[in-house]
């Protein structure tokens, strides 16, 4: 199989890679929000106690 | 008590101390990634290359591979969340608590997954995007369930009462899991009947159903990996006053 005809998924291209764009991009958000949300714990804790 | 041997009460009291758990969580994790990621691309491999194009659908039966694990995990998680929320209730186990309210943004994660790569599917072969039929409306139930766990955890100051409230409100959602589950056999809907789950023999080739296997597999670790990044900040925030997250924030100073 090419790598087009891989990619074009035989005419359904946009739905095939919506459904797997959209949930990759879901399923990294709820790994980067608790990043985020630890570094703020941190620096709003260091904050508080000065 | 007295017929469980104490080790095995030892055990569960250590497991469940939130400093332990936390320590515990991050040794685990390089592991469960490393899993994960192995999973997922023998999942994608098999599922959007190797299996071949369905007869009648082409390929946008591909989208299977997630729309059905994702559906699997919302059921799966909101089961996990209500237990866990029960056993808050009962025992008072804040950890309990906690794995709770943590599960509730990953489980509308993987329920909007499966209304909205179900919703791509039903497109090109259905002709309409949403129906309301008993399958999608009681999925789009649970969704507003889980939305509505996450609100009203938001809304109550006291996060104590706050997980009792939303335990309670778990535990009287737990009557649409079965609803979802049979919606297809009780009613006349448009969305297919159960293809793998029955009992007799799948009818799905096993070309087709290794990668999604592999790929329910795949959400499962991806949960446990969400769950414990959700779990460990919820548990910093709810222990900031005690002496191991002041002596780790102490730590982060330097």
Known sequence: MSLEAFFAMGGYAFYVWTSYGVTLCVLLANIIIPIVQRKQFFRQSLKRKR | MFLVPDIVVRFFHRMASPPHYYALTQRLMPWLVTVFVLLTLAGLYGGLYLAPADYQQGDSYRIIYIHVPAAWMSL?????????????????????????????????????????????????????????????????????????????????DDKKIASKAVAILALVGVVNIPIIHYSVEWWNTLHQGPTVTKMDKPSIHVSMLIPLLLMALSFKSYYLIALMQRSRIELLKRERNSQWVKTMILEADK
């Open chain 2, 76 to 156: 799966f998680i909101y089961m996990v969340m209500a237990i866990a929320g029960a056993i808050g209730l009962i025992w008072r186990i804040k950890l309990a608590e906690v794995v709770a309210i943590s599960s509730a943004p990953i489980g509308a994660s993987f329920t909007f997954i499966a209304l909205f790569t179900g919703s791509l599917w039903g497109k090109p072969m259905w002709g309409t995007w949403w129906v309301w039929d008993a399958r999608l409306t009681s999925e789009l139930i649970l969704l507003f369930l889980y939305l509505g766990v996450i609100g009203l955890y938001g809304a109550i």
